[in-house]
């Protein structure tokens, strides 16, 4: 039994070896531009062609011919190009898709994991990007929330390595509020990243905010 819950885990640890890079450029009134890239580890599309397992599936498109299909039915969505790349341990997916709401990027089933909204309220925009849901609390199932012992740290350690979260968000106005990240000078650019070992760390639900005047 133990083994069989740390192949699970195994499989759940290779299947997040994700690292994203996205920048969301907002106009005036509130269509834009999302601009990303995404490495996904080599192990997820082997892991993804030989098991029928939908736990082991790749939690994003693999491929540029992946991508162009999880986007075929949002014609409210443009995708003004796409290119992939790969190197020994990852492939790369780039892409830059025109948005007239961010709801509809969201929409998309192969990225409405992390949901992204943005809300007229009075004279601003509030926007919000889904981070984590942090842990559940209460009692899993056996060994779901057991403490992995030092040998399974130092691998999720070297999983991880490397992989992580780094969102921007451009708004045509100064930014006047956000509750994490951080500013540029001229106050119309946040940034805020996050290391993968972290971010599966994190125990409490975690949402980006930011605002600005319209």
């Known amino acids: 039994m133990k083994k069989l819950l740390m192949f699970a885990g195994i499989v759940l640890l290779v299947t997040s070896c994700v690292g994203i890079k996205s920048t969301v450029s907002f106009n005036r009134d509130g269509s834009g531009v999302i601009q990303f890239e995404y490495r996904i580890s080599k192990m997820i599309t082997e892991l993804s062609s030989q098991s029928g397992d939908k736990k082991a599936e790749a939690p994003l498109p693999i491929s540029e011919e992946e991508l162009r299909g999880a986007l075929a039915n949002h014609p409210d969505l443009k995708l003004k190009k796409v290119t992939q790349r790969e190197d020994e341990r990852d492939v790369y997916i780039t892409a830059e ?17 992390m ?10 925009y ?27 740290k130092q691998m999720m350690a070297s999983f991880f390595e490397g992989y992580e979260l780094s969102f921007t968000v451009n708004s045509p106005s100064a930014i006047t509020y956000n509750n994490l990240g951080e500013v540029s000078p001229d106050k ?11 971010l599966n760390s994190l125990k409490q639900e975690t949402v980006l905010e930011v605002r600005w005047k319209t």
Not at 115 to 124: A, V
Not at 126 to 132: G, M, P
Not at 133 to 152: I, M
């Open 97 to 113: 898709i025109e948005f007239a709401k961010i709801d509809e990027f969201t929409s998309v089933k192969s990225f409405n994991a």
């Open 115 to 124: 949901p992204m909204s943005l809300e007229k309220k009075g004279n601003e």
């Open 126 to 152: 509030i926007f919000r990007q889904y981070i984590s849901k942090g842990e559940s609390g209460g009692e899993g199932k056996e060994g779901e929330n057991a403490e992995p012992d030092e040998a399974t």
């Open 188 to 198: 119309k650019s946040l940034s805020y990243s996050i290391p993968l070992l972290e």
